[in-house]
């Protein structure tokens, strides 16, 4: 739940005190709610940002079995501690699970229970996990192997009616690896949706999730050290109730192989991060300080006074691998429903480009990590052989080497 703190940033950094998608929500309620009413729901990465949103979104619509799944032991613990103290009915069928879902344990979860739903919100998602072999195996290995294994193991319950599996504006023509990763992760599940029918959605920004540059910026704070973000980069973001209630829409509204977006004025919707910063800092009771240099920034706050309402920034042109200038949600080549609903616009027709190189790339990954014995540039290979439209922005740095 948001605090009131959180709403008024939302406030100043969106501009919007409510949901953009209340209205769409309102008008399919009805038909959630009937189609729930005899379902059991597994929600796989439910004590992530995005995952437990989902969770909270979706209880309103009473599913007959709840099931949460989470890597996290913590973490799942205190999505659990949520829904007992809040509001939220649960029903009599509710567990949780702390296993990792690409583990063997996730084989005999799914033969003991047969799901109506499956929604996986598990996924690395940061872009600075192509920084080298090991981290971007593993970036692989949970965005796209795991999710290989999941449906294997899925065709085998008879009662399925759906699976949903999270994607993101980058993995549109993406210029990193962590983007190319969830359209390779959107075709191995358009690959197998005959026997498997499959819905998604892309993804803007989640203000202030877990790991993001906006909830970066509280512990900035929270630490006494500058803020530093890219003056050139601009994104559309969401609240995490905005994001859970795309994926309610996505997973119980959509067609087979549809893959849901928020609708967004470019001109009107897209932010900077600096801007955000910005605001933020006023939001927080400072004047932000704007420095020519990460060096600066810092000195600055090393004698800055402790009662000062002055804060320092840096801001700089983005010179890092894999960052693209601005976002989309859909290519070209797809066709799209802008139709359907008021906030919401819907890839009917995804970019698919076969299954035999998709087969392919799968078992050419899965080979190099049993064997044990890989380099980047195969890596980079085998994801371009499934996602061949990759513009890699190269660049002689990573946002690791940044303040």
Request: with cysteine; proline share 4%; net charge negative.
């Amino acid at each position: 739940m948001m605090t009131l703190t959180e709403k008024r940033l939302h406030k100043a950094i969106l501009g919007r005190d409510r949901s953009f998608l209340a209205g769409d929500i309102a008008a399919v309620s009805d038909r959630i709610r009937e189609q729930l009413a005899d379902a059991r729901v597994l929600v796989i990465g439910a004590a992530g940002s995005i995952g437990s949103s989902f969770v909270r979104e979706l209880c309103q619509f009473q599913p007959s079995g709840l099931h949460l799944l989470d890597i996290s032991e913590n973490n799942l613990v205190e999505v659990v501690r949520d829904l007992r103290s809040g509001s939220y009915p649960l029903p009599e069928d509710f567990q949780t699970y702390a296993i990792d879902y690409g583990g063997p344990e996730m084989g005999v979860l799914l033969r003991e229970n047969q799901y109506e739903y499956v929604l996986n919100f598990s996924a690395l998602k940061h872009v600075r996990s192509e920084r080298d072999a090991f981290t971007l195996m593993r970036l692989l290995e949970v965005n796209v192997l795991a999710n290989a294994r999941l449906l294997d193991q899925l065709a085998q319950i008879p009662t399925l009616r759906g699976v949903f599996s999270v994607s993101s504006d980058k993995s549109v023509r993406p210029a990193n690896l962590m983007g190319a990763s969830k359209a390779f992760m959107e075709r191995a599940f358009l690959a197998r949706a005959d026997e498997i029918p499959f819905g998604s959605a892309r993804f803007a920004n989640v203000a202030f999730s877990d790991g993001s540059l906006l909830h970066g910026f509280r512990h900035r704070i929270a630490k006494q050290q500058p803020l530093s973000a890219p003056s050139d980069v601009r994104r559309y973001f969401i609240t995490h109730q905005e994001a859970g209630q795309l994926c309610i829409l996505g997973c119980f509204t959509g067609e087979n192989r549809e893959i849901y977006f928020p609708k967004f004025d470019p001109d009107r919707d897209m932010l900077t991060f600096a801007e955000i910063a910005r605001v933020y800092l006023k939001e927080q009771g400072y004047v932000p300080v704007e420095c020519d240099s990460a060096e600066a920034a810092r000195a600055f706050m090393e004698t800055r006074a402790a009662d000062s309402k002055e804060w320092a920034c840096f801001f700089s042109a983005s010179d890092t691998a894999g960052e693209k200038l601005y976002e989309e949600f859909s290519d070209p080549a797809e066709t799209v429903d802008l139709e359907r609903f008021e906030s919401v616009g819907v890839v009917t027709e995804p970019l698919f480009h076969g299954r035999e190189s998709l087969d392919l790339a799968i078992a050419t990954l899965q080979h190099l990590r049993d064997q044990g014995v890989w380099t980047k540039g195969e890596l980079i290979d085998c994801v371009r052989q499934a996602v061949p439209e990759l513009e890699h922005v190269q660049a002689d740095k990573n946002l690791d080497q940044k303040m």
